[in-house]
């Protein structure tokens, strides 16, 4: 378990003492973190580092998960869609699968702390079962910039019970929702098994699963849930314009959740399409395993180029731990992905549809090892200055020192 101490040499003395110094006010204020899982996805990475660094810091900090059977998650994975635009047929039945898990939720956790930070659509409906005694902050983690309006409209008597929600991106903020909402945006834990620096024997291991004896060639990856919004299907199909011009492997790696019934099929979709690319080893295609975060570290070290062709985006940590790992990024000029990447300097920014667009900018770094190397250091700034789990820390004090004034 690190403390904020084993951060010192990555962001300095001043980023440490700075967080020590806005804890003050909030020594014996506590903080209630609730999610939809434990495990896959940005948001229970985030706080799996976030809640014990906040508890290091000063603060008690907690982590509970609203637990559900696969017809509520396959309802709020529809839920989750509709907000970033999808389609869905909102039933009085989903209407009432999705209250009832908060409900009985209700009934067997008690909410007694100073503050409840609710994440996402999953959880949302909680502050209709509690006696408000105290604020109730909403942090959506996704795309709201084209929100499906019937859904919208249903959720957000909800939301307007919350005192503040937290965006991820300027272009999310609902002009109809008279509540607060401030930008806040996602971070890495830089010493995360996923992250951090792995001795060669770790590596060495993983790196076998790359090639027949390794990285025989250059990878291009994406590193997503198998989901329709990050466009796998899409992937290959950049894949083999390139792999006109450059002889490379493709590596798509998709990590699964409790609260994502979807992946499966998005998948098995990417199998069908990819078939003769797989048969042949050009592409790779990857699932959860025992040790995936190891692994996603290995990974995206080990490649030439990441891809995040994503047709919605809430941030997309995955670009991050890229940019990182000093591997430079093509991504789609979507949701939090033009946040982290400066055209040109650390990686390219592609229209989500402009297949060619993409192919073009991956061949043009796979052909330049300067490029390459000039893009990769640059990346690692830019996430060093912006994008790391203790500037979240520090934002996320500031919000609590405002809002239990």
Not at 255 to 262: F, K, V
Not at 349 to 375: C, H, Q, S, W, Y
Request: proline content about 6%.
């Amino acid at each position: 378990m690190q403390g904020l101490e084993d951060y010192r040499e990555i962001v300095g003395d001043e980023v440490i003492s700075e967080i020590y110094r806005k804890v003050r006010p909030l020594y014996g204020k506590h903080i209630l973190h609730i999610n939809s899982t434990y495990h896959g996805g940005g948001v229970a990475e985030i706080l799996n580092s976030k809640v014990p660094l906040m508890n290091d810091a000063g603060v008690d900090a907690g982590w509970r998960i609203l637990p559900g059977n696969p017809e509520f998650f396959a309802i709020t994975k529809k839920f989750h869609n509709a907000l970033q635009g999808g389609e869905l047929n909102l039933t009085e039945i989903k209407k009432k699968l999705y209250f009832q898990a908060s409900e009985v939720f209700s009934t067997y956790t008690h909410v007694d702390h100073d503050c409840v930070v609710v994440h996402d659509p999953q959880p949302l409906p909680l502050i209709e079962y509690y006696k408000k005694r105290q604020p109730w902050l909403w942090r959506c983690h996704v795309d709201l910039s084209h929100p499906n309006k019937e859904v919208w409209n249903f959720l957000k008597p909800i939301i307007q019970r919350y005192d503040l929600v937290l965006l991820s991106h300027d272009s999310y903020r609902q002009p109809d929702l008279p509540v607060e909402q401030r930008i806040c945006y996602p971070a890495i834990d830089p010493l995360s098994i996923k992250n951090m620096e792995l001795p060669e024997k770790v590596t060495a291991k993983y790196r076998r699963k790359l090639g027949p004896k390794g990285p025989d060639k250059p990878i291009i990856s994406q590193v997503s849930r198998y989901d329709i919004w990050k466009d796998p299907e899409g992937v290959v199909d950049v894949f083999r314009l390139v792999k006109e011009k450059v002889d490379c492997r493709l590596v798509l790696c998709g990590n699964s959740a409790t609260d994502d019934p979807e992946g499966l099929e998005v998948l098995e979709a990417v199998k069908k399409k990819a078939a003769d690319l797989v048969e042949s080893g050009d592409v790779i295609l990857l699932t959860e395993e025992g040790n995936i975060f190891s692994f996603v570290n290995t990974l995206q070290r080990s490649s030439s180029v990441v891809i995040q062709k994503s047709i919605r985006e809430g941030f997309c940590l995955a670009v991050t731990e890229a940019l990182w790992k000093e591997v430079p990024v093509v991504g789609s000029k979507v949701g939090g992905i033009p946040l982290q990447i400066v055209d040109g300097e650390n990686g390219f920014l592609v229209e989500p549809n402009d297949v060619e667009g993409f192919a073009d900018r991956i061949v043009t770094i796979l052909k330049d090892a300067k490029l390459r190397k000039a893009m990769g250091v640059r990346g690692k700034e830019i996430v060093r200055e912006k994008f790391l789990i203790t500037r979240l820390i520090g934002d996320y004090l500031d919000i609590m020192s405002d809002i239990l004034r």
